[in-house]
């Protein structure tokens, strides 16, 4: 069992959580800001403390600050404290009792309707906006913005999770916060102080080899059964019932029903105004 | 003429850069890491020294340490340092010079071919693949990913920017890396020391108001001319041809032709195993 380091551990106990290998022998270089995303780990329970002032203002000043593609800055975010309105969305996205437990719960939207807005403000066409391309940008500018913000969260001693479970009912989401068309919800983002009472661990990764390919893409098939092996060993350490990556994996793939939803992502997408051509 | 702030200014004075406002009221906290990721700026000009060793390394297991949606890490990254390589794929990418002039060019990639492989492996179907909902989750992964390996490059002094255009040719990107079925390259990053001959600004973003939202969706038309005179005086001071925000946007959404290729993006992913049902 391996001591669960935080951003204050060295980068080579941080390696070796994350991916339960040796680090390379390479000397890595290593500083405050690298220790802490790797030291990063998803929360799903928070004490009730608010989130502090100010801190939301900061995350998303570094949010801001991330690139955007052709500084188009298509995204914005939701910031929801209402205990009510948490209550509902935790419903909509897939009845998950951390959301509603969470100060502060953002939703991050994929927003082309400022630059429609733009064009219409100048009576110009738009007609890029209606490619799937668009649609596909902004969902990267609105992830790099999110992760910035995750970083900034974290480097606060705040927790954080991601919620895809948003994508399950866009429709309704897009109601609850008053999205306009041409937004959607990509992914919710729980934020609040971890409860101490239940501390999680860094999750083991696949190797980097996995991952990372040198001028051509080279197959990982061959770095699967060792991880299968190590997820089976950090989910028992984790008094989870054993499962192996791959069964993991196959288990939400299998059909469009695991999907919860989101099998529909298109047709909602269209409904919401992005055409996807 | 704002001076130009680095990660070691304070976060007020980056703020103002940033915004081109005074901070708000409120305390805002603030850390090396927060510091850090607001005094980003992309840098299109490297000197000739090569990425230390080690540095990718640290970076990509930054990268690793991301969220990932289920933990299906549904990414890969191609590192191409061969000058000829990247000379073809600057050529594909825009035809733009400092693709081929950075020593690193990392080309990020959704990848849902590992998943497939991971169903083959034990005979299982894998239809959710086969949905919109897939792709648009890979996105947001490998978008998480890069981030994060920004951050990570930044923090050791180097600089980066994306290229968007690695979608404006996917067909042929994918064949010049080998790249498999079910696998696109999303973006690409340039990574290197940044040429202090050309040093670049921090890039004004919309006020904060116009992007985040409490509770509800709030329209942001009203904070645009004020950030298109922002953007037209921060060009005139970087000495590029006056243009404000509007003007630019207006310019790459008018039509199909703007896209420069990436209109075709539905066909190159569905082309490429994407079914995006």
Redesign the interface.
Known sequence: MVDAPTSSSS?AD??KA??RQPP?D?????????R?????R?VRAFSAASV??????????????????????A????????PQ?RARLAKLAGDQAFIAQAPLFLVW?A?LS??E???D??A??????D????F??A??D???A???A???FE??GLG???V?AV?NHPGEIASE????PR?VA??GMCVGHPDRKQPTA??P??P?S????????A???VE?PAYDATMMQFRAEQGMSPQD??T???G?????K??HG??R??EE?VRRGFE??
Not at 26 to 34: D, H, I, R
Not at 36 to 40: E, I, Q, R, S, T
Not at 177 to 180: M, N, V
Not at 252 to 256: E, K, L, V
Request: glycine share 4%; charged share 15%; net charge positive.
């Open positions: 980068l941080l390696w994350r991916y390379p390479v000397a890595l270089p290593e500083n405050t800001v690298v802490g995303l790797m030291a990063h998803s502090p002032q100010g801190t939301l203002e900061a995350a998303i000043a570094a949010a801001q600050s991330a690139s955007s593609s052709c500084n188009f800055q995204w914005s975010v939701i910031a929801v404290t209402d309105r939207v927003d400022r630059l807005h733009v064009a403000a100048h110009q066409p738009h007609v890029a906006l490619y799937l391309e668009s596909t940008m969902v990267a609105t992830s790099f999110a992760q910035n995750a970083a900034a480097s606060f954080i999770v991601y895809g994508r916060l008053g999205l306009p937004t990509v992914f860094i999750k990764r696949l980097q996995a991952v990372l390919h040198h001028e051509k893409y197959g990982s098939e699967v990556w791959s993991t994996v196959i939400r793939i299998r059909d469009a695991a999907l989101r099998d992502l298109r997408l996807l051509r």
